[in-house]
């Protein structure tokens, strides 16, 4: 193998030109999305589905998606530097990088979502500080930046580059600081996850999404904080396992993914809780409030299933599942569950993200569906094969699983 | 080990001083083009020698609005045939006074499309706290074109526009100056 | 000391460390913003001084008085004229387009002779000749689509000095009137007088979206004294705004005024006629109210309320005309007049008038006497053998907006010499040998004598307010060019000069009248009327098979001379177009009756044509009757009309009128068949 | 963000009533405001239309159905739902007479403001604006030309009400106290049957401020807290109660 002495120590992994094949495969799917991303950027975009009633759409599902699932990164970073459980430091490595993945990914996607890219930086230059998207343009930017350095010392590690006596130091002083890093970044995430949540929240036009809450808050910018750590550790066990299926090897003990799946459930039974309340009290005060029914919210499109997908389906039956340590531990059960529950958290940000401005406020107004064109699929899946490559070079280059040595 | 220090640190110099050198002293020549008036007009010629006031080019219309320069046709009002020796003058009947076309004048404090500047709400102030004073000059200045951006060098900038109406207890609102 | 890459990588580290501190990169990331905001394909404003000019809308019959707003000497927008009494600050969509028009992608940019099919460019003094060539000793025809203005009575003139009194007019409820006025040996034209009526009955005529001077009647609803009762199948803007509608099957308006008739008689309502015994018997034997009521679908209840109440009003008006604008019979209007004369609103402040009349061209007609003639009928006698070896046509689209256009083709195939003067390329343009284009009404002299309509005589003129942005002429101008040349004598040099004389006999002068236009309020006294009885018996008819046909026409959709403009484009509705196909609109009783879905495609079957559409489901329209837009299915034009939907012209049928020999297609029926 | 008083309040009263469906007021305003044609326009999702007419059913069956237009400028909301939530101050509702700015060099497109509005009154650029040849030449200097990529919206021809200030210094009036004419939206000029009526609402004088106060005056969707300065008028009950959203059992506002 060309690179052998690049790879960790004492690992195995598949030859060179395997490893080149699958990488030629995402490169396929990250071309078509190169070239989706060209024809945005000369055309503008005109060459997506997005419309005047759906200015927001994939893209944004997406965005909001991938932060969610990302939290996995702050919050096990909170739960092992700050909490102090010891057990995280067999995930936390790979729970950085699939945060690094999201982030970056959000930030290139926001580029192609905006009209006027070019004006991308007036964000940070012409601040409005009554923008709750504001708030999630600075947090994200700041907590991405947190991640990269987060990342760093793990690149450091590199068995070539730690021979440096150098890098060598500056990865182990990286180390020393990671606990400060962890909370900055808690910080930061929690913010613009509620940031996020806060967008829809204080849109008082829009009786989807509005709700009220404390302070300048409302009450979704603590659900999708709580949405988010609900999801994310369980999105992490999730990648950890969709690896261990494609490289044939075990790279952290299933203590440790039971130990996450236990994690995602408490805090969804925490989530559920609030939001049913949440939705309870938005469906009974709320809306009539504004003159609406709960039943007005919903179309033969965007109906009552998805809510009760989000929250049965993927809401309750997941957090029972996580949460009764026999059923978690069949791990048929731990990863379905683990599934489910990403999903639910993708429904909440489908539905606050579409729904809301699908719905037609206007009495005189209908409704209107939107479906993505082929330009938002494959700037989406440009990002996934991104994410598939930074993860896949990872894994090849660097000591990400702790365990992998001893679990082999 | 000091061999390596100076190593790292005189590159580094040269890299940092080379770099400030090009970006302050070579970067605005390339930056902007220079361009000269398409017509050498004298403002000394209108004011001094023929003693001539400056609103009576540079008026205000009947609904509140700037003129700003004139005309051809305004100009042709005296203009109409060749009356001085200045071969600029002759250049200029020629060209556009006979052929009936407006003068393609650089405006030194040309503000883009998206600026309503209203002329008549700043009227208590001297012309040249804004605009360059070509008053008395013979020759214009030399005009400066930014290249990217297509602007005046000297267009103001909207700070600029900002700070004097804070200090003048002005609003600052988007619409009192933008369309 | 030589350079190795660790002191390459610190030299770029260190330029970088110092590019930071130069403008470099904050320059360029404003300078490129700023780019972004002044991008040199977006076009950038040309400034210069504000102005408005006056000016007059000719592109319908209804004569607004339009300001131009220019800056510098570019036309900017056209708004309405607050000092002209038929627009008084208002226009309709069609007008507020008018300036963007001038460029127009379908306009005709110069003079253009057909060869083998193809359109090549001419000289005008080219065209000229061979206009002049042709008409010389030849058998002449002219169509006309301006029916106010003084440039129809040149044309007029010139024919009439060349021995053919073929002159026609675009068929339109100005003629049909003027047939039944004049077979009750009425004289003058007749208006209404809504600005002073205290109860407008509105039967059947849109005219608050497209019948007549319909900015003028929108000012006149907006500042009623009274009401406006509006009876037509379709729920249309009219219908949207006054105080009541009353639904009343298509073309059965006639039948409607002869029930009110019946009960104004019964309550011993009489009208100063030779035959009123007659009349009065007819109607009361024949149009009793069972029989109204089936034949309008409106209750015997309702019509004697509208009686009584138009009986109560101290100033009625009773306006009956064609829900589209065009179509109607004799039997309609004759029928209105007589509920007018029958309430004794003739001649009466807010009632029916009679206007004056006037011309300057010695050899032409009157109007009235033009609007006499139907070109449909011309058209039969032309398939039918008759003669005619060349037809001029001035803003006009006969091709497009005559009922069956495809047979009115046919029969145009047998003149020989056709020319078009169409400002822009239009249907009928595109079948000519000749387009010699007028300019755009903004780049030329142009008036508008008394629009038919309004309750007043009214003269404005419009002075250019552009100068020709094409190789353009004035229709009338060139009309006088070729008569010099042919050494026939109108009497008048250019069209100014006549529109100066015209002024003149009004007593006033061109410049007065551009800046402001001429009204007076004289209307012409009437001797002995009389009705012949045979024009009552139309509206007893049976009717044909087929669901009837409700053509709707919005000057949003452009109209007959007008393709959907540029601007317009937005402004139809989602359930009247949808990329290539217009909606017809039905309820939900006549789609359940029809078996037709909301969405599904159907084929409308006319007795000479047929067209494609789909089917909106849609409450506003009355049972058994389909409604469909009037205004698309253009087939020449330009890419914001070419295509778009088909035209209704072709669906709707011709009949002749017993009593007056009228061509009528406001009862048009068709059969509908799912595609 | 507390809402700002203003001296002036510009306003709209449109009378629902008198509304004929015409669209000189779309038209009007397209040729003002520099709005480029569209070949189709059959995609409403598309169109970009700053002021919209409406069609509106009281969704009876035929004979007991009823139509009215309803023409919907930018509400310029006393309390906006789009500003506050505009990331780069693009949308500001700060100048005297209350209009909600939209400044199209500092938009940068995200489109959330969009997602704010209720009434649809803000619209994309997908296209850069693009006129048939030489129909540029047709171009107002009041509004300028927007690139791709921003978003627009209705300013209540806030340039007239610039022109009107600029007559005013000029001729040594009070540019802050205009009399009722000398500012008016393009679409309230044009409308043939007068439906729409402008002025300042807080000015008593004004005929808007009286329209405003009667009984079957109401605005669109006043129950978010919108506050809008564009008031509607219509003496039917099913049209008033379209304005906003009801409970089966709830009063329309007037009754």
């Known amino acids: ?408 | 080990m000091a061999k390596g220090k100076s190593c790292v640190v005189l590159p580094f110099l040269i890299g940092f001083v080379g770099a400030l050198i090009v970006g302050w002293g070579l970067f605005p020549k390339l930056l902007y083009s220079e361009k000269a008036q398409p017509i050498r007009f004298s403002h000394k010629v209108h004011v001094e020698d023929q003693g001539m006031a400056c609103d009576e080019c540079h008026t205000f219309r009947e609904d509140g609005s700037f003129a700003g320069i004139p005309t051809t046709e305004e100009c042709a009002e005296c203009h109409a045939e060749v009356m001085g020796e200045d071969p600029a003058e002759a250049k200029f009947v020629e060209e556009y006074v006979n052929e009936d076309r407006e003068v393609p004048w650089l405006i030194y404090q040309k503000q883009p499309d998206n600026v309503f500047f209203s002329h008549i709400a700043h009227q208590d102030f001297d012309c040249t706290t804004c605009h360059p004073d070509v008053g008395n000059s013979d020759t214009p200045p030399v005009y400066y074109e930014n290249k990217i951006s297509g602007y005046s060098k000297q267009t103001m900038k909207m700070w600029q526009c900002e700070r004097c109406h804070a200090q003048n207890g002005a609003s600052n609102a988007c619409y009192v100056c933008h369309k | 000391m030589g350079l190795d890459r660790r002191g390459f990588i610190t030299f770029l580290v260190g330029g970088a460390v110092g590019t930071l501190f130069t403008p470099v990169p904050w320059k360029l990331a404003d300078d490129v913003s700023i780019w972004s905001q002044n991008w040199p394909w977006i076009p950038k404003l040309q400034y210069g001084a504000r102005s408005e000019a006056p000016s007059l809308c000719k592109l319908c019959p209804g004569g607004c008085g339009l300001s131009v707003h220019k800056v510098g000497k570019r036309p900017v927008t056209a708004q309405g004229n607050k000092n002209h009494p038929l627009s008084q600050g208002g226009v309709c969509p069609l007008g507020s387009s008018a300036v963007q028009l001038l460029y127009r992608p379908a306009r005709v940019k110069g003079p253009l002779k057909k060869n083998n099919g193809r359109f090549e460019a001419i000289s005008w003094e080219e065209a000229a000749q061979i206009v002049a060539d042709n008409l010389k000793g030849k058998k002449i025809a002219a169509l006309s689509g301006d029916e106010n203005g003084s440039a129809s009575e040149v044309l007029a003139g010139f024919l009439k000095l060349l021995g053919s009194d073929d002159f026609y007019f675009m068929p339109s409820d100005a003629q049909v009137s003027q047939r039944a006025w004049s077979l009750m040996e009425g004289k003058g034209q007749l208006g209404f007088d809504l600005e002073n009526s205290d109860y407008v009955l509105i039967l059947g005529a849109d005219i608050l979206s497209s019948w007549g001077p319909v900015v003028r009647n929108q000012k006149a609803f907006a500042s009623r004294k009274g009401k406006f009762v509006y009876a037509g199948p379709v729920q249309t803007g009219t219908a949207a705004t006054v105080d009541k509608w009353m639904p009343v099957y298509p073309g059965q308006e006639g039948v409607l005024a002869l029930g009110i008739c019946y009960y104004l008689l019964k309550m011993g309502k009489s009208a100063s006629l030779k035959n009123f015994g007659l009349v009065r018997d007819y109607i009361l034997s024949k149009y009793t109210p069972s029989v109204v009521e089936a034949k309008t679908g409106v209750s015997a209840a309702q019509v004697q309320k509208l009686a009584q109440d138009l009986v109560k009003a101290s100033a009625p008006c009773v306006l009956v005309g064609s829900d589209f604008g065009q179509g109607s019979g004799a039997f309609e209007w004759a029928s209105g007049i007589l509920v007018n004369l029958l309430l004794g609103t003739l001649n009466q402040k807010g009632g029916l008038v009679a206007l004056p009349e006037n011309k300057v061209i010695t050899s032409a007609p009157w109007r009235s006497e033009l609007n006499q003639k139907s070109f449909l009928k011309f058209l039969d006698e032309v398939e039918q053998g008759k003669a005619v070896d060349g037809l001029l046509v001035y803003e006009a689209n006969p091709l497009y907006a005559l009922p069956q256009p495809e047979q009115v083709k046919t029969v145009l195939e047998k003149i020989p010499f056709k020319v078009s003067f169409s400002t822009f390329l239009d249907e009928t343009a595109m079948a000519c040998d000749l387009i010699l284009p007028a300019p755009h009404f903004l780049e030329r002299f142009d008036d508008a004598y008394t629009p038919f309509g309004v309750g007043q005589e009214i003269y404005s003129v419009a002075a250019p307010v552009i100068e020709p942005i094409f190789s353009t002429k004035s229709t009338p101008d060139f009309i006088l060019e070729v008569a010099n040349k042919l050494g026939v004598d109108l009497g008048f040099a250019s069209f100014e000069e006549v529109l100066q004389a015209k002024a003149e006999s009004l007593g006033t002068d061109l410049e007065s009248v551009s800046a402001e236009a001429y009204t007076s309020d004289k209307w012409l006294a009437q001797n002995s009327l009389s009705l012949p009885v045979e024009i009552l018996a139309t509206g007893l008819e049976t009717e044909g098979e087929g669901v009837f046909l409700a053509p709707v026409a919005r000057n949003y959709l452009g109209n007959t001379k007008q393709a959907l403009t540029p601007f317009e484009v937005v402004v139809v509705k989602e359930f009247e177009l949808q990329k290539k196909d217009f909606y017809i609109q039905v309820n939900k009783n006549t789609a359940n009756k029809l078996k037709l879905k909301q969405n599904g495609k159907v084929k409308l079957q006319g007795a000479g044509g047929e067209c494609v559409a789909r089917v909106n489901i849609t409450e506003t329209v009355m049972n058994d009757v389909i409604a469909a837009p009037l205004g698309f299915g253009h087939q020449a034009w330009d890419e914001f009309a070419k295509g778009k939907g088909d035209n209704l012209f072709k669906v709707l049928s011709v009949k002749e009128e017993k009593g007056s020999g009228l061509k009528v297609w406001n009862r048009s029926q068709v059969k509908v068949v799912r595609a | 963000m507390e809402a700002i008083e203003f001296k002036v309040k510009w306003g709209m009263v449109i009378n629902i009533d008198k509304c004929t469906g015409c669209g000189a007021c779309m038209v009007a305003c397209q040729a003002e405001n520099n709005i480029a044609p569209m070949v189709d326009g059959s995609d409403k999702r598309m169109t970009l239309t700053w002021m919209l007419v409406y069609e509106l059913s009281n969704g009876k069956p035929f004979p007991e159905h009823d139509i009215a237009y309803l023409p919907r400028p930018c509400m310029q909301c006393g309390k906006p739902s789009c500003s506050t939530v505009c990331p780069v101050i693009a949308t500001t509702k700060d100048e005297e007479g209350g209009i909600v700015s939209q400044i199209y060099p500092r938009c940068i497109g995200c489109r959330y403001c969009m997602a704010a509005c209720p009434y649809h009154s803000r619209y994309f650029n997908w296209y850069d604006p693009k006129w048939p040849a030489g129909m540029e030449k047709t171009l107002n200097i009041s509004t300028s030309v927007r690139p791709r990529g921003v978003v627009e919206k209705c300013t209540f021809c806030h340039h007239r009400f610039m022109y009107a200030k600029e007559k005013a210094r000029y001729n040594g009036e009070d540019p802050m106290d205009l009399p009722e004419d000398a500012y008016i939206p393009a679409c309230a000029e044009i409308c043939p049957t007068g439906a729409i009526v402008f002025g300042n609402l807080n000015n008593p004088e004004h005929k808007v401020a009286k329209l405003a106060k009667s009984k079957y005056a109401f605005r669109l969707l006043e129950r978010l807290g919108t506050d809008p300065q564009v008031y509607y008028y219509s003496e039917r009950e099913w049209v008033r109660r379209q304005g906003d959203n009801y409970l089966p059992h709830e009063k329309t506002k007037g009754e």
Request: glycine letters at 8%.
């Open chain 1, 1 to 408: 193998m060309i690179d052998r002495e690049w790879l960790p120590e004492g690992v195995e992994r598949c030859s060179f030109g395997k490893f080149a094949v699958w990488l030629a495969i995402i490169g396929v799917v990250f071309a078509w999305g190169l070239y989706a991303t060209y024809r945005i950027f000369a055309n503008g975009l005109i060459e997506t589905n997005l419309d005047n009633y759906f200015g927001f759409g994939l893209w944004i599902t997406f965005d909001l998606a991938v932060i969610a699932l990302g939290a996995g990164a702050f919050f096990s970073g909170f739960l092992k530097y700050i909490v102090g459980i010891e057990e995280l430091k067999n995930i936390i490595n790979l729970a950085v990088i699939v945060g690094f993945i999201c982030y970056s990914g959000t930030m290139l996607i926001l580029t192609l979502d905006i009209g006027q890219p070019l004006r991308a930086w007036f964000g940070y230059w012409h601040p409005n500080v009554h923008s709750m998207l504001t708030e999630v343009i600075f947090c994200i930017t700041c907590y991405c930046m947190v991640l990269i350095i987060e990342y760093i010392p793990i690149i450091l590690e590199n068995r070539k580059l730690n021979q440096n006596k150098f890098i060598h130091n500056l990865a182990h002083n990286f180390h020393v600081f990671m606990p400060l890093f962890a909370g900055i970044g808690t910080f930061l995430s929690t913010f613009h996850q509620g940031s996020l949540g806060g967008m829809y929240g204080v849109l008082f036009g829009r009786p989807f999404a509005y709700r009220e809450g404390f302070f300048i808050w409302p009450w979704t910018f603590f659900l999708f904080v709580a949405s988010a750590i609900a999801s994310g550790p369980a999105f992490t066990m999730l990648i950890a396992t969709l690896m261990e299926k494609i490289t044939g090897r075990k790279l952290v003990s299933y203590e440790t993914k039971a130990l996450m799946g236990k994690i995602a459930g408490s805090l969804l039974c925490f989530y559920l809780f609030f939001k049913f309340l949440d939705t309870w009290y938005w469906a009974t005060d709320t809306l009539p409030r504004m003159g609406l029914t709960f039943d007005q919210m919903f179309n033969d499109v965007y109906g009552k299933w998805l809510l009760w997908a989000e929250l049965g389906l993927c809401g309750v039956i997941p957090a029972i599942l996580l949460v009764v340590p026999k059923f978690r531990n069949i791990p048929f059960l731990l990863y379905t569950a683990a599934i489910l529950d990403c999903i639910g958290i993708v429904i909440n940000r489908f539905v606050f993200t579409v729904q809301t401005i699908a719905f037609p406020v206007m009495p005189f107004d209908k409704w209107y569906s939107y479906v993505p064109n082929w330009a938002e699929w494959a700037t989406t899946f440009e990002i996934l094969a991104y994410g598939a490559l930074v993860l896949s070079l990872s894994y090849r280059y660097l000591p990400v699983f702790p365990q992998e040595k001893e679990l082999n």
